[in-house]
């Protein structure tokens, strides 16, 4: 805060710390009969007689039932509350209690009294009825003093060094009584001793007493009603005594006389009702240094004494009369008046330096020591009264305390005066009423125009704060930033905010850096930073902001200016104000491309989310279109080729693997590259979000790094764009195991005319039908484990090995097989195909054949009944079962088959094949076990059939039985067929 006055060069700047708070617990206070009201407010009972000291201390102490105490050099203060002494450190900043005393409860707390000795190892209290108690700083009781006077209200208690050297005794300790009665005691650390005793001879009360270590001497006050123009000392009840080492220990040093001029009681009740007041002093205070004397009068006015010598200075009569005073300094005096307001004046001007009126402040406030540190400390009592049920909104007008002095008194001194004259009834008592009361330390610390720059941009009183900028010539600038940074981003920030920041790189930097709230408002900013980069700024080479309405210029004007920043070499300043309007364009870019991505302009203001955007600007756009891909967003992905195709198409490829395996193909198939008819690569569409600016076409786009480790495609061919889609299908079975995915993008990819992916869609299609036609550990098969397995086998993976359903396999898997393989390599390679599945699948049995021929269209797989034979005993030939029920089952087949149009060499094949099976069964007869392939293959060989011969020679030794004729006939029967098979 600041306090200035045009009349003065000086000004005063201070922060106000709010240091402690205390919230008292809602309490009964009583009517003005009671005790503390009498002691509160200055009323009159029917037994005593009002004294003036009375009337000032009830001013004074205005409630306070609390005091404070405040060490030298304020590292410690002592709070006196009700019934409990606390006593703090400002390490903490007074936050905590590092010590609690509790205390005797006083019936008038008001009137109590609390210093600290020098060395702040010492705080006394002095209750009202005038004992006293000493701790240390630990809590310790060091003694206690029993007041045994028959008016021992205390005036005030201080401590001083000892006027005489003692080894016993530490400090003085001078208490001076309302009567005008000052003790003295001695005392240490652990003990006190009472050392004298003093009446000071002046007409009765005694208002005030105060003391400077410089001078040795008291300033003593008393209630002297002078109205007249002749300011001494005596006149208006200022006095000065010398302390003496010896009885009578005081001499009336100034003036050489007191006058008898005290204020007496009927004269002081009467002035009440009088349109004149009374004037004396009952409030003193001694500068810090001990130049002066202030003195606070009882009609609103302070007087300024010069010391040791009291000589009259300067009166000041003010408009809003002061309750309080102490030293702000050595020139200047701080004053709480009763309208709640603290102001700081220079003893001869007495300019507000805290402004017009002051700091208004919650409550009343007690000044109890002038500034130590650089700092004020006071306490306020802020106080207000619950309505209760049944009570009106009319408030006791005692307690609040408007008007001058005087009439503050007025209430109370008219009851008092009715009941002491007897002049009628008086007012009807008022109910009781309950009281909330707070109390607060609070801080008034002198700071430098720096660091009340900063505090009050902290607090956020930014009027303020700009006004101080302006006065001490500091940096405007801080106050803008800080309003801009907790301000959300809109039109009205930026134009009140943001434009009047002159440091132009900063705001270029919050508007590259700012993510505003709304798509609105980041719009404008980027508007605003391109503003704030047009040419003439550029030209100019401004650091500064100044945004005057023809600084951007129009198209026009850009080619003369561009000539003249190409005919010249650029600063350092104008380079860097050209890279950030390219990062702002470029930023420009991203936000249209984000709107875009979440719905356009019709439904982007709602769907905006700052964080999002956030992520979105900061990354490249390559890196957000990954992501994307990642979260399955064709659309956005769709959006970021169309507006970045430069900086995204040679990564295009890359962009579409990032797609998520699982993710069906049709979500991002307008993505995928295509090819013309003719095998030519389409080129994607590209859309420009705005021409280049002025900037961009003479130092180049802005570039951002790839955040990817991929390498780009220089270029899109037909080979690089087909091997792509093969590897991806490949990819999609593999990560995915789902192979109608991988189908799905296999058949996209053939219908935007990429051609070479037919024998990867038969494989994709084959292990289809394999997978999904087992449960054990073949439904786990890879393509890259079928790619490895022959076509035959591949077949036979697909049959069924149950009889039952070895047909329809052959209609639904096979035939379908066998039609993609006819279309990959012709009808020869098919026949081949049907002849070496058979041949493979008769090893074991021949039974599938026979099926095959006798209840299946035969002709869905074979030309003609020629080729179906050859296959008969071709899977004959290859069947290594040889056991009887084959051989029904081959006599069957072949019974089949011959009765076909077939030829006649393949007839002949047929009847041969019959010759083989005789042989073969004859063979068996004597344990002589040959395939019939084996028979077939050596029928011309004459080695391979003596051997046969000499086996069943061999097998006749060893199984000969008795001779039998028909035994015999039967062998040779044999033997003749076996011969006629070789």
Not at 131 to 147: L, P, Q
Not at 695 to 712: D, H
Request: aromatic share 10%; net charge negative.
């Amino acid at each position: 805060m600041e306090g200035e006055n045009g009349d003065e060069k000086l000004k005063i700047l201070y922060d106000m710390l709010i240091l402690l708070v205390f919230k008292k617990e809602p309490e009964l206070l009583r009517s003005l009969s009671s005790n503390k009201i009498e002691h509160s407010l200055p009323v009159i009972s029917k037994q005593t007689v009002l004294k003036t000291s009375e009337d000032a201390a009830s001013v004074l102490n205005k409630l306070f039932n609390w005091k404070l105490a405040i060490a030298t050099q304020g590292k410690l203060i002592a709070v006196l509350q009700e019934n409990i002494l606390e006593i703090r450190s400002s390490r903490d900043e007074f936050a905590t209690p590092f010590c609690k005393i509790n205390l005797e409860k006083d019936l008038v707390p008001e009137l109590r009294k609390i210093s600290w000795s020098p060395d702040s190892n010492m705080i006394a209290v002095c209750y009202s009825n005038g004992n006293i108690s000493a701790y240390n700083i630990r809590g310790v009781n060091i003694f206690n003093i029993i007041c045994r006077e028959d008016d021992p209200q205390p005036i005030n208690m201080f401590f001083m060094d000892i006027r005489t050297q003692s080894t016993q005794s530490s400090y003085e300790l001078i208490v001076l009584y309302k009567s005008g009665l000052l003790k003295s005691y001695k005392v240490a650390s652990d003990v006190y001793e009472e050392y004298h005793k003093f009446q000071f001879p002046v007409m009765y009360p005694v208002t005030d007493i105060d003391f400077h270590p410089a001078h040795k001497v008291f300033y003593v006050s008393y209630a002297v009603n002078y109205t007249g123009k002749d300011q001494s000392c005596s006149n208006v009840g200022l006095s000065v005594w010398r302390m003496l080492s010896d009885y009578p220990y005081y001499k009336l040093s100034i003036p050489e006389k007191i006058l008898n001029t005290s204020v007496g009681y009927f004269k002081y009740v009467m002035s009440m009702f009088s349109k004149t007041n009374d004037n004396y002093i009952y409030r003193t205070r001694v500068s810090p240094k001990g130049t002066k004397l202030a003195c606070l009068h009882t009609c609103g006015s302070v007087s300024i004494w010069s010391l040791p010598s009291l000589i009259f200075m300067k009166k000041h009569l003010l408009a809003n009369p002061p309750y309080d005073i102490n030293w702000w300094d050595e020139e200047h005096l701080a004053m709480c008046s009763h309208d709640k307001y603290l102001t700081i004046h220079h003893f001869e001007t007495f300019v507000n330096y805290l402004g017009y009126k002051g700091e208004l402040l919650e409550g009343v406030v007690a000044l109890p020591s002038p500034k130590q540190e650089n700092c004020l400390l006071i306490l306020e009592h802020n106080y207000e009264f619950i309505k209760r049920g049944g009570e009106d909104e009319s408030v006791l007008e005692e307690f609040h305390y408007k008007g001058n002095l005087v009439w503050k008194l007025y209430n109370a001194l008219k009851m008092a005066s009715l009941s002491m004259f007897d002049l009628g009834s008086a007012p009807k008592k008022k109910k009781n009423r309950v009281v909330k009361s707070t109390y607060r330390l609070l801080g008034v610390q002198s700071i430098t125009p720096e660091e009340l720059l900063t505090r009050k941009i902290n607090k956020e009183e930014y009027e303020e704060a700009l006004v101080l900028a302006k006065t001490y010539g500091m940096d405007a600038d801080r106050v803008y930033q800080r309003q801009w940074r907790y301000t959300p981003v809109s039109s009205h920030s930026i134009q009140n905010y943001l434009n009047k920041i002159t440091k132009r790189l900063w705001v270029l930097h919050e508007c590259c850096e700012r993510v505003p709230e709304s798509l609105k408002a980041a719009k404008e900013l980027i508007e605003f930073g391109l503003q704030a980069t047009n040419i003439n700024a550029v030209i100019n080479q401004d650091t500064s902001l100044s945004m005057e309405a023809d600084d951007y210029d129009g198209q026009d004007n850009i080619e003369v200016c561009l000539k003249k920043l190409n005919n010249t070499q650029l600063t350092p300043e104008q380079m860097e104000l050209i890279e950030m309007r390219k990062q702002l364009l470029h930023l420009s870019d991203k936000l249209f491309t984000y709107q875009m991505i979440i719905g356009g302009p019709g439904v982007a203001e709602e769907a905006y989310e700052k964080d999002k955007y956030d992520k979105f600007r900061l990354q490249s756009v390559l890196k957000s279109a990954e992501e994307y891909a990642q979260f399955s967003n064709a659309k956005a992905v769709q959006h970021i080729l169309t507006y970045h195709g430069q900086q995204v198409l040679p990564y295009w490829l890359h962009l579409l693997d990032n797609f998520p395996e699982i993710c069906d193909p049709q979500v991002y198939k307008n993505l995928l590259p295509e090819c013309s008819v003719d095998g030519i690569p389409h080129i994607r569409e590209q859309k420009k979000i705005r021409d280049k600016d002025w900037c961009e076409r003479n130092w180049g786009l802005f570039t951002e790094e790839t955040e990817i480790s991929a390498k780009p495609v220089t270029e899109y061919t037909k080979q690089n764009i087909m091997e792509w889609y093969e590897k991806r299908a490949k990819a999609i079975v593999e990560r995915s195991g789902l192979i109608e995915v991988g189908i799905e993008f296999v058949k996209l990819a053939m219908n935007k005319n990429i051609s070479g992916l037919e024998p990867l869609q038969a494989d994709l299609l084959t292990l289809e039908s394999i997978v999904y036609s087992y449960e054990d550990e073949l439904s786990y098969m890879s393509l890259e484990q079928l790619q490895k397995i022959e076509p035959a086998k591949q077949m036979i993976l697909l049959t069924s090995k149950k009889e039952t359903a070895f047909l329809t396999d052959l209609t639904k898997k096979i035939i379908p097989y066998l039609s993609r393989m006819e279309q990959l390599h012709g009808t020869e390679h098919k026949s081949q195909l049907v002849l070496n599945y058979f041949r493979q699948l008769s090893v074991d049995s021949i039974v599938y054949v026979h099926l095959f021929c006798k209840h299946f269209n035969w002709k869905l797989l074979v030309r003609d009944a020629n080729e179906l034979s050859s296959l008969v005993i071709e899977s004959v030939f290859a069947c290594r079962n040889n056991e009887q029920d084959q051989y029904e089952k081959i006599n069957q087949t072949v019974t089949l088959v011959t009765g076909l149009n077939i030829s006649v060499d393949v007839l002949s094949r047929l009847k041969h094949l019959d010759a083989v099976l005789a042989c073969s069964n004859i063979l068996q007869r004597y344990n002589i076990d040959h395939t019939w392939e084996y028979i077939y293959r050596n029928k011309n060989n004459t080695d391979i059939a003596r051997d046969i011969l000499s086996q069943v020679v061999q097998s006749i030794e060893r199984n000969m039985s008795p001779f039998n004729i028909q035994f015999v006939h039967n062998l040779l029967e044999d033997l003749r067929l076996v011969q006629t098979s070789f």
